[in-house]
């Protein structure tokens, strides 16, 4: 079936740190790939996505390569704030379906 | 302008009631969705709607969980007969078309003890 994995959390890192959270999927086809960040107190925000291969979705100094070869989807940041501090999901969208299907969510903390 | 508003932010509700919980989209959005967030989970998929039309219902666990949208705006999901394995965030997104970025809501945090 259509699946997604992300790296176990909780990830902690001191501000100024560079931040991978590995992401890889299952899929027939050539879905679209997202990254949806949920901040405390908050909904659910689209934070970057990416619609074919090779294509590299980037927000708020954020960035993620779609790679067809590895299937997967990796979040990056050169440099994390104390603001980062959230739930970061991966998710996929079949072509043709509406529904996104998500990985299981990395807890965030950045200390100061 | 305002985003997705879910109603009530909290139940708590004894096992065997009915529940229901309401989402007002954003306006103008024709889809919607409903997911399911256990605790420490991603959202699973529930249900989603175009304007009125249920277009896809495969996600709901069990026939105690129905949804309707009955005039393609507000929508509604009704739990039967809650069980604790009931208990998890519900999230509502709506999206302009039908391939646009989903909005979510802030979720209702339903608790059946």
């Known amino acids: 079936g259509n699946s997604v994995t992300q790296m176990e959390g909780p990830v902690t890192l001191s501000e100024e740190a560079f931040l991978t959270i590995n992401c890889t999927y299952t899929a027939t086809g050539y879905p679209s790939l997202f990254w949806y960040v949920q901040y405390p107190g908050e909904g659910l925000q689209l934070l970057l996505k990416?619609?074919?291969?090779?294509d590299k979705g980037s927000n708020k100094g954020f960035e993620a390569t779609y790679r067809k070869e590895t299937t997967s989807f990796h979040l990056e940041k050169g440099s994390v704030q104390v603001s980062d501090s959230a739930v970061y999901f991966c998710a996929l969208k079949l072509q043709g379906a509406q529904k996104l299907v998500f990985g299981q969510g990395t807890r965030l903390t950045i200390n100061p | 302008g305002a985003g997705v508003s879910q109603s009530p932010r909290y139940k708590v509700a004894k096992r065997g009631q009915d529940v229901a919980l309401r989402c007002d989209p954003i306006s103008g959005h024709v889809s919607l969705f409903w997911y399911q967030q256990a605790l420490g989970q991603g959202p699973e998929f529930l249900t989603y709607?175009?304007?009125?039309?249920?277009?896809?219902k495969s996600g709901l666990p069990s026939d105690r969980f129905f949804a309707e949208r009955p005039e393609g705006s507000v929508s509604t999901l009704k739990i039967q007969r809650t069980q604790q394995e009931d208990s998890a965030v519900y999230l509502c997104?709506?999206?302009?078309?039908?391939?646009?970025?989903?909005?979510f809501g802030p979720g209702t945090r339903l608790t059946v003890t």
């Open positions: 990416a619609t074919k291969a090779d």
């Open positions: 709607f175009q304007n009125e039309a249920q277009l896809d």
């Open positions: 997104a709506s999206s302009f078309g039908t391939e646009g970025e989903q909005y």
